[in-house]
């Protein structure tokens, strides 16, 4: 059973920086695409960040660029979100996924694409 545990979620003043990190088990390794994506409260899940299994490639939604950084250990089975100059509207729960897509080089932004899920972390962004 693969589990995805999100942390370093809190509250911040406006302009300030978090780390989230994710870790996953469950499996002999996880040489898969991995992505962070949100959810504000009354709105859909949106993407934010992706990386390729081999931390190669990295993709992000455009209201995030130049400000988040996705990053990956595969030794350690982790992934993480650096989030600078945060906004008020960055406040949502911040979710972990992985998916099932072994040594694949393609990035997803598509939330279809992944298999498993962490149980998020809250982010809140004060103006």
């Known amino acids: 059973q693969v589990q995805l545990v999100e942390s370093g979620g809190g509250l911040v003043q406006a302009g300030g920086s978090l780390r989230l990190s994710c870790a996953a088990s469950?499996?002999?390794?996880?040489?898969?695409?991995m992505g962070w994506f949100r959810q504000a409260p009354g709105k859909e899940r949106e993407f934010v960040a992706t990386?390729?299994?081999?931390?190669?490639?990295?993709d992000y939604a455009d209201s995030v660029k130049g400000r988040f950084t996705i990053s990956r250990d595969n030794a350690k089975n982790t992934v993480s979100l650096q989030m600078n100059s945060l906004k008020s509207e960055d406040t949502a729960v911040y979710y972990c996924?992985?998916?099932?897509?072994?040594?694949?080089?393609?990035?997803?932004?598509?939330?279809?694409?992944?298999?498993?899920w962490g149980q998020g972390t809250q982010v809140t962004v004060s103006s």
């Open positions: 996924a992985t998916t099932d897509l072994y040594y694949s080089g393609r990035l997803y932004s598509d939330s279809r694409k992944y298999a498993y």
């Open positions: 469950g499996r002999t390794s996880f040489v898969t695409a």
């Open positions: 990386i390729t299994w081999n931390g190669g490639l990295t």
